[in-house]
């Protein structure tokens, strides 16, 4: 990532600003322009058109021409490309931006560099001349520090956290949270495999963030209590000051800020994290879900209000303050191809020593022993070998071999875990037996006489 921690002096920050305001305007002006259009109209300006119509609107306003045009022009840039990736970005449609929420905007290169080809030769146009490129300017001062020029503020410094500077076409320079940023517009070559052969497999949870399967455990790191009771005690003041009131105001923002701060935490965690995944394995196994559906409300309607929902919003709380989703993503885009969803039906109450699945084998969250077998191990590293192993011990075949296949559709909801009972798994017989392996566990032969000889026999068979 060529994401750098920017310091503007207060008279460069008052000029970003107003470039951000700028930027803005000009956006939204074009997601009304788009908004507008219906089915039987002249289809809605396009990049040309809205070039023409941003000169002359900058001819008749005063306070449009006293800004960059670049910075205007590449809202329009940014607008184009974000409406072609409408259907491939997981963004959808460009929206509205907001003030203090979407502030930022893009510059373009000033210097002029000759263009090659992939295969380094120069690039050339149709008259055989070079073809020249932009290219930010960027400056290093030293071993920490370097600054990059934006129009209309000079050099501006930045925080430099990599050995070496950038080198990119253009760059984006963000406000959020307080903190400036700039971004250069470069995608990083992905991480070459270790060439190890080593599968990794990943379960992921809320007590334990990440188990992988060669029994490391690693946690996202979260607010501390301390932080915690801060969010609470200014989110008390903000309530009894004042309607309206700068001390409401500064309460919220420093809400805001401790906030911000579990965010980066999680970031910086999810970035590390999938780095080191991707240095050290050669194919990572992530268990298949769907965040979306887990984290839904339990609110209900109106009419039919569900039941315990301070409950699920909690647990939606503490599953999105894990960043699942965030490290799954940043895996897959730091080891393209060596990335694997695994279905996640039955990871956890497969055994990973015999394969039999039970629900009484998941003692408690923690504690997995196997009631066959009596294999006894953290709930959450058994999951881990079994997603690396590539299977949840789905009973029916699946509709593709091998790990990352298609699960049949079962028009239950995933948000819960399967039972046991659901797909007919053979129990144990009610009885003596049952008995006989439950206070034999852990003992002095945790291996009982009623060993089933294999994976789960399929129904039929286990009822005579
Ligand atoms: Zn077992």
Redesign the pocket.
Known sequence: MSRFRMYPTGPQEQQMLLHCAHARYVWNLAVEQHAHWQPGRRAAPGFAEQCRQLTEARRENAWLAAGNADVQQQALKDFTKAKAARFTSGFGKPTWRRKHVHEGFRVIGTDRVPESEADGTPRLNARGRQVMGRSVVVQKLNRRWARAKVPGCGWVRFRLTHTELPTAKTFRVTFRNNQWHIAFAVIPEPIGAPGTGEVIGIDRGIKITVALSDSRKLNCPQLTTRECAQIRKHQRRAARAPKGSEAKAAEYAEVARLKAREADRRKDWCEKTSTMLARSYDLIRFEKLSITTMTRSAKGTPEQPGTNVRQKAGLNRAILSQGWGLLRRRTGEKAPGRVEDVPAPFTALR??????IEKD?RKSQAEFI??????ACNADENAAVNVAAGQGGIPRPRRTAGAGGVTAATGRSSAREPQPTWVEIPLLQKGEDVKASRSGRGRSSPTVSRKPTGPPQCAGQAQQ
């Open positions: 055994c990973s020593a015999c394969g039999w084998s196997c009631v066959s077998c009596g294999f």
